[in-house]
């Protein structure tokens, strides 16, 4: 009997809990969802309009990603109604990750914006074509929003890049408006409540994912950063079935649709010394233009990328210091964005950033926008270098336009290992003229000559 006490009081206690982590008397008064399927990426926004039905004053909330979602999550932004950014912890259980943020103002009723950007979440359908053939994408969803909470009233908005949509999921009310589909308004819908869908439609916007980039910024404090990256891409489209044809490639112009010819990429304004090369050496087929905040690069590869197709290029540029390296006596301070923007609607899998200091530098400490997961250091030889140039090292999965932020490096250098190099110059032109001196001066001959005497009659 006093186990079937202490389990039913374990029992009661775990309802409890689960309950009290949850308040349900917060309610989902007003969800309005768009979710943007006009790129290779997902975008999903909304504007979430909170209330307590027992009107307390809401102090925290959590929203909830789908646990299949969680890994194609590239960012997550979640503002309040003055857009001013909150930040979220990340928790996990049985329904998907939850982002916990505390509420600035108590109120009864509050409105949260929440942006989410997703990659790899449209899938090529077929998953090949011909080189004439039009690529088909699908979208699986959710027609409701999913949520801890009820929801009151809520509506979505699915924004599509064409308006040739083969099929979507019918749930009433639901309707189709050339490059719109409209979900709802749904009342009354309940905690955690899924209503799947699935959106069939056409899709030509280019669909390139940088398998890997390793960004390597070596800074000089005589006046010059350098900054080069290696880029592995690849077309994650529906890839090509069959030959490729030059010739109707060129003739026709619907031919090759889903293909990319060409692609810019933006670099500061300050970027000099740009070069643009792969395997086979320089791209001659690049234009660059120069506009008063960045520098444009049209960058087309030597073939059109089709579905499946790879290409690998290095790309690199010189910046001057002087906008990018702080200093205070020995204190510096180095403010980089830790990754350019290589092309539009952007997809890397994976970057690995490399940043050499000067050969001297201490009390190196990284500061990132967002979390990295931080490398070995290691040391880099170059000329003139003794005990070798330190390098930084990080790395990062799953990134997006939205990542275009600045890191800040600080570290120490004392200013009189600047003049190490100079000096090591000099000596090694000062032993050098001494060698050729003593060189000229020493005689290496076996024997001596004799020395010529008058002749005497």
């Known amino acids: 009997m006093g186990k079937f006490h202490l389990t039913y009081l374990l029992v009661v206690c775990l309802i409890w809990s689960v309950q009290s982590a949850v308040d349900v008397e917060i309610q989902n008064k007003n969800v309005d969802r768009t979710i943007d399927l006009t790129s290779q990426l997902v975008k999903i926004s909304y504007k979430i309009t909170l209330e307590h039905s027992a009107k307390k004053n809401l102090n925290s909330y959590s929203f909830l990603i789908p646990k299949n979602e969680r ?42 914006l929440v942006e989410t950007v997703f990659t790899k979440s449209l899938l090529p359908y077929p998953t090949e074509i011909q080189q004439s053939e039009k690529q088909l994408v699908r979208y699986f969803g959710n027609a409701y929003f999913y949520s801890q909470f ?36 749904y009342e009354n819908i ?49 890839k090509l079935k069959g030959s490729f044809s030059r010739y109707d490639y060129q003739k026709d112009g619907r031919s ?32 660059m233009r120069v506009h008063k905040d960045s520098v444009e690069l049209d960058l087309r590869p030597r073939f059109p990328l089709f579905g499946g197709w790879k290409t690998h290029y290095t790309i690199g540029y010189n910046v001057p210091s002087f906008e990018y390296l702080f200093h205070t006596n020995e204190n510096y301070l180095l403010k980089m964005r830790l990754v350019d923007h290589i092309y539009d609607d952007m997809v890397i899998d994976e970057i690995v950033v490399k940043i050499i200091l000067p050969e001297g530098s201490t009390n190196i400490k990284l500061i990132t926008p967002y979390p990295v997961t931080r490398l070995s250091d290691s040391l880099h030889y170059t000329y003139l270098d003794t005990f070798g140039r330190p390098v930084i090292q990080f790395t990062k999965n799953n990134l997006v336009e939205n990542h275009i932020h600045e890191f800040n490096l600080k570290y120490n250098f004392p200013k009189i290992v600047m003049i190490q190099e100079p000096l090591l110059i000099v000596g090694f032109l000062y032993i050098l003229f001494l060698c050729v001196i003593i060189w000229m001066r020493l005689d290496f001959s076996i024997t001596k000559e004799k020395e010529a005497h008058p002749h005497k009659e």
């Open 150 to 185: 009820k929801t009151l009233s809520q509506k979505t908005t699915i924004q599509l890049s064409s308006k040739n949509v083969e099929s979507y999921t019918s749930v009433k009310p639901s309707s189709q408006s050339d490059s719109t589909i409209t979900y709802g308004p």
């Open 190 to 238: 309940a905690a955690l409540s899924t209503q799947p869908i699935t959106v069939h439609f056409e899709n030509h916007s280019p669909f390139l994912t940088v398998t890997r980039l390793e960004r390597v910024i070596e800074v000089s404090h005589w006046g010059n950063i350098a900054v080069e990256e290696t880029i592995d891409m690849v077309h994650s489209g529906a």
């Open 256 to 287: 090759g649709q889903a293909s990319v010819k060409s692609y810019k990429t933006i670099l500061p304004a300050s970027a000099t010394g740009v070069y643009y090369r792969d395997t086979n050496g320089n791209i001659s087929t690049s234009a």
């Open 71 to 112: 890994k194609s999550l590239a960012y997550i932004s979640i503002r309040d109604s003055s857009k001013k950014e909150l930040k979220s912890t990340e928790e996990t259980n049985a329904d998907g990750a939850l982002f916990l943020v505390n509420l600035p103002a108590n109120a009864p009723t509050q409105i949260l």
